[in-house]
């Protein structure tokens, strides 16, 4: 009510003051124009008397001078005529000329003096005239002065109406403000502050279901968006502690993002939380005009962003997208996520050449073909292998510039992009504790020892405390490398290694996505009736009849065994015909490293064999395989998984795979089936998934009639199991282990790794 009343005051006041001043111009112009009307009018009467009665004045006729001046008398408001000789003396005036107007005035004077016409304005007896002397001349001398007086007192009497309309159309305007100000208020702003009050209210009392009002683009936007962010985060805190609380009651021990949260804060103390990745999470493109983010096909994003927005701190990655340059400060940080900021994204930028040799062609061409068995040939080349060194010392030399000034950070490196940045972080900054995570196998030390570059990769990686693969198998073929590889000491009962005092412990985290964390559903096995909806809707998007959809979602790679998944689904509608015209396998397909040769053909031969296939099954209607060639949002995917009956993941070889956990994830129902390659990290904690062989095409054709024929109730077991756990080991999980075995390592001083005879000699050798 105070503040409805300060702003209706200050309104009011303000107009006012600004009429006011308008006012004060308009009147000063007004009597301006009257004033110049009196100057104009007695200037051109008395130089019209002029022309007669200088002829008089000149003849000395002073009787026809006075019925002339009489005649001329009668005008309106003149006040007088009156004629002074050129001593100034009043020579002759009209009859009526007022008395008061006897003395002589200055501009009788002036006009003398000057010999030319003089005007001006006088009040007297409160009256304002305005007289105007004229020269009269005989012989070319000045004889006599004609002086014509008017009466200028209605310029006041107009400016007294002139204010009065003024103060009126004020005070009605006043008016007509103040009743709007308060319509405004009430209508606009009263409306609106208790929609959002109401809304606010319905929340608070717990019904997360409450629409938040509708502010289609108007100046409550910003706030409306921010009290969205408020409330929603509120949101989520007050589950995170109904959670909490249930998990205690239920004596369980789930980790969720908070827990992590709580965890790692107790864990580092004071100390800050650093992660290095090539990947960044979240890229920026151009879109025509505008800039739209997107988060890449990656699963160690899909994996570590949790962690990330759980924990806070730094995360430094290649700023890959066309428009990344233009969303960083002048530090080239920025918050992410957007709309709600939670971590800082440092972006490393890298030129084309590097991109080429470290990205392309060492870590793509080179290391990851080393590490999956998958048959396809790895290329080492020197001069990618010198951008690889290049790069490593960029990213550290970032890194450490983000680190400065931290006490005792923690840093989580990730993936074969980086197998020498820890040694080069550890020492230049060696209180450092430094984790590693390999996010893809590690092969076995013969495979290996084909990289010409194994030693140096084994001593770059040496330097961290902690190394992390998703198995122990991939821990134990690391381990046995670097025994064949290298000088070192294997203590295996403790899975570390010793090289010149330095311990790097071993350690398999199995890496996760995250769950929700809702209860797993008790809902009955028999399909709901949205995810029937939801399904039709699909493929009623995808201009396809069917009744049954198996999903794949993968980067074409070649280890993910696109191919062989193909040939598992044409010889499963060769076998299982009745399926045909019912059942459509939907591929969504991220292009990937499509500057490599391999991963460019692949996908050409992905395409080509979607279109054979389609082209020996396919009816009006219907089509066995749609393949989605494009990238698309987690909420895009998970749609599909969502809706589908089966999901095929067929690496030849893979870390973990984490499409196969989020398909988990994903299905709430308990529904649907997990078609799994025994060759995935993944297989060896998803036991309910259907395990096959993906180079066997016949198990993999069998595995989708098993899924799809399955009774419901298996079906629901399966994926309950499946779905307790993802959710026992879910990311955060992955996370507090991760950092808690890093932070329980004690970190020597600095001094130790930092003396050069520690260094290996093959480290040496790439310094000199
Ligand atoms: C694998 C790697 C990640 C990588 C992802 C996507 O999951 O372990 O490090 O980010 O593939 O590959 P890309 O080359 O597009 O980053």
Redesign the pocket.
């Known amino acids: 009510m105070r503040a409805n009343f300060v702003l209706i005051v200050s309104l009011i006041v303000g107009v006012g003051v600004a009429s006011y001043l308008f006012s004060v111009h308009q009147v000063h112009a007004a009597q301006q124009a009257m004033r110049a009307e009196v100057v104009t009018r007695s200037e051109l009467l008395t130089e019209s008397l002029d022309v007669s009665v200088e002829p008089l004045i000149e003849r000395r006729a002073y009787r026809e001078l006075r019925t002339l001046v009489e005649r001329f008398a009668n005008r309106e408001r003149l006040e007088g005529i009156a004629i002074y000789d050129d001593r100034g003396a009043l020579l002759d005036a009209n009859s009526r000329f007022p008395a008061s107007l006897k003395t002589v005035p200055g501009a009788v004077d002036k006009a003398l003096a000057q010999d030319q016409g003089a005007g001006d304005f006088f009040s007297l007896d409160g009256n304002l005239y305005r007289v105007y002397a004229l020269p009269l001349h005989r012989d070319k001398k000045v004889r006599a002065i004609l002086a014509v007086f008017t009466d200028a007192s209605f310029i006041r009497a107009e400016n007294g109406e002139i204010w009065r309309e003024i103060f009126l159309r004020i005070l009605v305007e006043m008016l007509i403000i103040a009743t709007i100000t308060v319509l405004v208020i009430r209508w606009a702003f009263m409306g609106r502050i208790r929609e959002v009050a109401e809304w606010m209210r319905d929340l608070r009392a717990g019904d997360g279901t409450a629409k938040p009002p509708v502010f289609e683009g108007d100046m409550f936007k910003p706030l409306a968006r921010e009290v969205t962010h408020l409330t929603r985060s509120l949101m989520l805190a007050r589950a995170a502690a109904e959670e909490e609380a249930r998990l205690r009651e239920a004596g369980e021990s789930l980790w969720t993002a908070d827990r992590l949260r709580v965890y790692v804060q107790s864990k580092l103390e004071d100390s800050r939380l650093f992660a290095v990745?090539?990947?960044e999470p979240y890229e920026h493109f151009h879109q025509g005009r505008d800039i739209r983010a997107q988060v890449?096909?990656?699963?160690?994003?899909t994996a570590l962003e949790p962690v990330l927005r759980a924990c806070e701190g730094t995360w430094v990655a290649h700023g890959a997208g066309d428009a990344d340059r233009e969303t960083v400060d002048e530090h080239d940080r920025l918050g992410v996520p957007a709309e709600e900021p939670h971590y800082t994204l440092r972006r490393v930028w890298l030129d084309k050449q590097e991109i080429e040799g470290y990205?392309y062609g060492f870590?793509?061409e080179g290391l990851w073909p080393l590490c999956h068995i998958a048959h396809t040939r790895p290329t080492f080349r020197a001069e990618d292998w010198e951008c690889y060194q290049t790069v490593n010392q960029k990213f550290a030399r970032a890194l450490l510039e983000e680190m400065r000034g931290a006490e005792r950070p923690v840093v989580l490196v990730?993936?074969?992009?980086f197998a020498l940045l820890p040694l080069t972080v550890k020492e230049r900054f060696p209180s450092c504790r430094l984790a590693i995570f390999w996010?893809?196998p590690w092969p076995n030390p013969e495979a290996f020892g084909i990289c010409p570059w194994q030693r140096e990769l084994l001593e770059g990686l040496l330097g961290a405390d902690l190394i992390g693969f998703h198995t122990q198998t991939h821990c134990n073929n690391f381990l046995e490398t670097v025994d064949r590889a290298l000088e070192s000491r294997t203590d295996w009962d403790r899975f570390a290694v010793n090289r010149h005092g330095h311990f790097t412990l071993v350690r398999p985290f199995p890496i996760s996505v995250a769950t929700q964390d809702g209860n797993t559903s008790l809902a009955s096995p028999a399909e709901s009736t949205s995810v029937y909806l939801e399904r039709a809707a699909l493929f009623k998007e995808l201009g396809v009849e069917a009744a049954f959809m198996g999903i794949g979602v993968d980067?074409v790679?070649y280890t993910k065994g696109i191919l062989e998944r193909f040939s598992g689904i044409e010889r499963f509608f060769e076998r299982y015909p009745a399926y045909r015209g019912k059942f459509t396998f939907v591929q969504i397909g991220a292009p990937?490293?499509t500057h490599i040769k391999r991963y460019h053909d692949l996908f050409a031969d992905v395409e080509s064999e979607a279109e054979r296939i389609n082209w020996k099954f396919q009816t009006a209607s219907w089509k066995p395989v749609v393949f989605l060639k494009r990238h698309h949002s987690h909420r895009e995917i998970d749609r599909f998984y969502k809706a589908a009956d089966v999901c095929l993941v067929t690496s030849l070889h893979d870390?973990m795979n984490?499409v196969a956990k989020e398909f988990v994830a994903a299905r709430e129902d308990d529904q649907g089936a997990l078609i799994l390659s025994r060759f995935t990290g993944a297989s060896r904690e998803l036991r309910d998934a259907l395990m096959v062989n993906p180079y066997d095409t016949e198990q993999v054709a069998s595995a989708i009639y098993f899924a799809l024929e399955m009774n419901p109730e298996e079906r629901t077991a399966r994926m309950r199991r499946m779905r307790r756990a993802v959710k026992d080991n879910n990311i955060y999980r992955w996370a507090a282990n991760l950092i808690g075995e890093l932070s329980e390592i004690r970190v020597e001083k600095g001094e130790i790794l930092g003396q050069p005879s520690l260094i290996g000699p093959a480290v040496r050798r790439l310094r000199e």
């Open positions: 990745s090539n990947r890449p096909a990656s699963g160690l994003v990205y870590a793509n990730q993936d074969y992009h996010h893809i980067r790679d990937s490293r870390g984490l």
